[in-house]
T-cell receptor, first 114, second 114 residues
Framework: KNQVEQSPQSLIILEGKNCTLQCNYTVSPFSNLRWYKQDTGRGPVSLTIMTFSENTKSNGRYTATLDADTKQSSLHITASQLSDSASYICVVSASGAGSYQLTFGKGTKLSVIP | DAGVIQSPRHEVTEMGQEVTLRCKPISGHDYLFWYRQTMMRGLELLIYFNNNVPIDDSGMPEDRFSAKMPNASFSTLKIQPSEPRDSAVYFC????????????FGPGTRLLVL
């Protein structure tokens, strides 16, 4: 069964600090992995997308890594800001003819405090 | 670009009533997705359309749920009859084929069934 597990479930950090969110998946056959940011009361917004051959991708202060061998991904946030407070959702796509198979993690809720 | 538009933003109804959620995708996008998000289960894909045709509705929980896309700029998700366990946030998302597969989410409809 395809699964995506995220950790920690929630995290509180001080403004300006760095943090790393984890995503472990058992999705096969793997197609790509995305990280979404979801602010409270809004829809998710894509941060990064990585395919099998990519092991790192950055989007400003967000850097995602992918280890396809161990089926792990991380999202590193540098110099956190109050606006980074949100839920971060890892989504893994499985390749399949004629079908669009997505497996969602339940997200990590990040709170950045002053 | 107005983004994905959903209405209503909030809906409160009584058990047994019919509920209709509406979505206008981004112009030019040929894929449309309906999701449900709850605290317990996270984001779940209910159904998606390609060129107005339903491709995969395996995520639709039961026969009480139905979705239509009569044209490229409009889709509905209907629940009849509604039940308290249907209370959730329902998101619509769209994307263009040939892109990086990034989906753009609407703001969601928060449904409460009493």
């Amino acid at each position: 069964k395809n699964q995506v597990e995220q950790s920690p479930q929630s995290l509180i950090i001080l403004e300006g600090k760095n943090c790393t969110l984890q995503c472990n998946y058992t999705v096969s056959p793997f197609s790509n992995l995305r990280w979404y940011k979801q602010d409270t009361g809004r829809g998710p917004v894509s941060l990064t997308i990585m395919t099998f051959s990519e092991n790192t991708k950055s989007n400003g202060r967000y850097t995602a890594t992918l280890d396809a061998d161990t089926k792990q991904s991380s999202l590193h946030i540098t110099a956190s800001q109050l606006s980074d407070s949100a839920s971060y959702i890892c989504v893994v796509s499985a390749s399949g003819a004629g079908s669009y198979q997505l497996t969602f993690g339940k997200g990590t809720k990040l709170s950045v405090i002053p | 670009d107005a983004g994905v538009i959903q209405s209503p933003r909030h809906e409160v109804t009584e058990m047994g009533q019919e509920v209709t959620l509406r979505c206008k995708p981004i112009s030019g996008h040929d894929y449309l997705f309906w999701y449900r998000q709850t605290m317990m289960r996270g984001l779940e894909l209910l159904i998606y359309f390609n060129n107005n045709v339903p491709i995969d509705d395996s995520g639709m929980p039961e026969d009480r749920f139905s979705a239509k896309m009569p044209n490229a700029s409009f889709s509905t998700l209907k629940i009849q009859p509604s039940e308290p366990r249907d209370s959730a946030v329902y998101f619509c998302a769209s994307r263009a084929s040939g892109s990086s597969e990034t989906q753009y989410f609407g703001p969601g409809t928060r449904l409460l069934v009493l």
